[in-house]
């Protein structure tokens, strides 16, 4: 029996050097925007501090009682009770999901002919700004919050909460409105994507949410990700006595997982293809006439997920054309994901938020790029501008989706996060819709970016 080996921790130990050096001379920029008035920013990170049992709460109960995709019915029953007892009404079930939630605060919208695109138009055709702030709920399976979504679920619950406080005691506090979006599915189905299909983002112009990592990042990379199922069919076969008039469907396969080992060699240094295969017979003395595999493709951009796709299905045609077999492919069974658009208006008064709270993010490329998963929040990066920074709740070398990021999720650091994050979100969307300046820098940018994208129709 041969000895199982360990992965050496070389590379890793490298890219923390390298991460390291960088941090040494890394800075964000200060943001050009005033924000909101210091009176009113103040009044409203005391609201945020206010909460902090409640955050607490909420970081701990769902730590203690996780829920997969879609099945987040009793964490989305806390979240919407928690809003109850602070008298805002909430819907649960919106937009089609049943453990999806919905809640609004500030002026009417108007005519309700928003457009949604992040665009002035979008504001003027409401007459009011309006902002989204984000929480996910879901865990994984076997190791529980291992990616820190019930704290993602405090930080903006929280922030929401405090707005609201702020609006009850003075409605002229803000102009505009905000809406609480609690979003399930985000491991592997893309529940934002659902959401935003169901009119979720029609009417508001921006997005924004934080995420909890091993140190605070205004911004990384977050690839975008496509499924893929291929399934190869062939002819049944007595693998001895008439082997040649069988077609072996697990031959194709395992041609198709060849050939991805060779297209790594060509692929960008940030995309990302993993295959497994699924089904391939049931006996070694049958030649095997069905094979499933499952593929996740990930890649930094939309145009190289789209092309990265295109030479997935070449492989897996050329594979069934090398072995006489018939192929399907069929892509995302759950939406596709398309990578975070990172609007840096919105991030630098995130970053003066954090500073705040005496945290000091770091900017984009400090982390490398090779260290990069994918969220949901990229759909909506394309259709509205939104942030999706990281803060900081576990140590550097611990990493998401691990047993260790799990206990991390539940930690007293997990618990400072939340309120950390609660008032930077809160603070961020208050600057937003004070100050017509900031809006319109963000519009701007996300126009220069491309505008708004047609995401259910990007890969067809």
């Not at 009176?39 to 997969?68: I, S, Y």
């Not at 299909?197 to 029609?202: E, H, K, S, Y």
Request: glycine fraction near 10%; proline fraction near 7%.
């Amino acid at each position: 029996m041969t000895r199982l080996t360990v992965p050496s921790t070389a590379y890793l130990n490298q890219l923390d050097a390298e991460t390291g050096r960088r941090m040494q001379t890394a800075s964000t920029p200060e943001s050009p925007f005033a924000g909101a008035a210091a009176a009113l920013a103040a009044v409203v990170e005391a609201k945020v501090d206010a909460l902090a049992a409640d955050l607490h709460d909420v970081v701990h109960t769902l730590h203690q009682d996780p829920e997969t995709a879609y099945e987040e019915h009793r964490s989305a029953a806390f979240l919407v009770d928690l809003l109850n007892r602070h008298g805002i009404k909430a819907e649960l079930g919106a937009y089609g999901l049943p453990t999806a939630i919905c809640a609004e605060i500030g002026e009417e919208s108007g005519s309700g002919t928003g457009t949604g695109t992040g665009t002035d138009a979008g504001t003027a055709a409401r007459g009011v700004p309006a902002i989204a702030i984000l929480s996910e709920y879901d865990a994984l399976p076997e190791v529980g919050h291992a990616c820190g979504h019930n704290v993602i679920a405090a930080t903006g619950v929280g922030a929401f909460i405090a707005l609201a406080k702020t609006l009850e005691e003075n409605p002229a506090a803000f102009p505009g409105r905000v809406v609480f979006l609690g979003t399930p599915a985000e491991e592997g189905h893309s529940g934002k994507e659902v959401m935003a299909r169901n009119g979720a983002f029609d009417d508001v112009d921006a997005a924004i949410m934080v995420h909890p990592y091993a140190m605070d990042l205004a911004e990384q990379v977050w690839l975008g990700r496509r499924l893929l199922t291929v399934t190869f069919s062939g002819v049944a076969a007595h693998a001895s006595a008439q082997p040649f008039m069988g077609r072996n469907a697990l031959d194709a396969a395992s041609l198709a997982y060849a050939g991805i080992g060779l297209l790594r060699q060509q692929l960008p240094p940030a995309d990302r293809v993993h295959a497994i295969i699924t089904e391939g017979g049931q006996r070694p003395s049958v030649i095997p006439e069905k094979a499933v595999m499952k593929l996740y493709a990930r890649s930094k951009y939309p145009d190289t997920l789209k092309d990265l796709s295109r030479r997935l299905e070449d492989i897996a045609t050329g594979a069934a054309l090398m072995t006489g077999t018939g192929v399907e492919i069929s892509w995302d069974e759950h939406p596709p994901s398309l990578p975070v658009r990172t609007n840096s208006a919105l991030t630098g008064r995130w970053v003066a938020a954090q500073q705040r709270r005496g945290r000091s993010p770091l900017p984009a490329g400090v982390v490398s790029e090779t260290i990069a998963a994918s969220t949901d929040f990229g759909n909506v990066s394309y259709r509205i501008p939104g942030i999706h920074p990281l803060i900081g709740i576990a140590p550097p070398d611990v990493a998401l989706h691990t047993r260790a990021f799990a206990e991390a999720a539940g930690s007293p650091a997990a618990e400072s996060g939340a309120l950390d994050g609660a008032a930077g979100l809160a603070l961020t969307a208050l600057d937003y819709l004070c100050d017509p300046e900031l809006r319109g820098a963000v519009a701007r940018e996300f126009a220069d970016a491309g505008g708004p994208v047609d995401v259910p129709a990007y890969f067809d």
